[in-house]
Nanobody, 115 residues
Framework: QVQLVESGGGLVQPGGSLRLSCTTS????????MNWYRQAPGKQRELVAR???????SYADFVKGRFTISRDDAKNTVYLQLNSLNPEDTAVYFC?????????WGQGTQVTVSS
């Protein structure tokens, strides 16, 4: 069974950093495109970053060079490094994969940026 489990969220000061992890099971994360989404209260869920099976990544415009998506194939884990965080980054961050036409989602991890 495919499972995605996020971790690493928390409370951070403006300008701070967090590293989110998405540990996968039931498949090889490096064989499919992996995505990070986020959703703030009252807002639509939006794509933050994605990494393709070949290792290429892409980012939403609001990232502005602050975030980095990566993966560790040995650990079957995808990461999202969040730097220079601001209060507008506060949201639940979700890991996502599209595998054989089916979307899979993690439970989400809360990121709160506040002074």
């Amino acid at each position: 069974q495919v499972q995605l489990v996020e971790s690493g969220g928390g409370l951070v000061q403006p300008g701070g950093s967090l590293r989110l992890s998405c540990t996968t099971s039931g498949y090889s994360a490096n064989a499919y495109t992996m995505n990070w989404y986020r959703q703030a209260p009252g807002k639509q869920r939006e794509l933050v970053a994605r990494i393709y099976s070949g290792g290429t990544s892409s980012y939403a415009d609001f990232v502005k060079g602050r975030f980095t998506i990566s993966r560790d194939d040995a650990k079957n884990t995808v990461y999202l490094q969040l730097n220079s965080l601001n209060p507008e980054d506060t949201a639940v961050y979700f890991c996502n994969a599209l595998i054989l036409g089916v979307h899979y989602w993690g439970q989400g991890t809360q990121v709160t940026v506040s002074s």
